[in-house]
């Protein structure tokens, strides 16, 4: 290959070096912004995702998840049930 040719093509790797470099260095804030813009057919959030916290639809869905946890922990005493006692 002739030097005339090796320079344009050596300058053409060099570019396409640092510009996929450059994709490493994407900040945070940028980089979970574009992942809520990608469809969940092209392996983004489902629609069933929870919301991001900080968001106003965070502290809805927390207060929520907090009354369906609480509720399911209400129930019989283990230590006071008939069971107990066939277990000691």
């Not at 005339?4 to 994709?23: F, K, T």
Request: proline share 12%; net charge negative.
């Amino acid at each position: 290959m002739p030097v005339s040719r090796r320079v344009p093509a050596l300058a053409c790797l060099v570019l396409l070096s640092c510009s996929l470099g450059g994709c490493g260095s994407i900040s945070s804030f940028m980089a979970g912004g574009m992942a809520d813009l990608i469809p969940a057919w092209a392996g983004g959030l489902p629609a069933d995702a929870p919301p991001r916290p900080g968001s106003p639809e965070y502290e809805a869905y927390a207060k929520r998840h907090e009354q369906q946890q609480s509720g399911a922990m209400t129930g019989p005493d283990p230590a006071t049930s008939p069971s107990a006692e066939a277990v000691r």
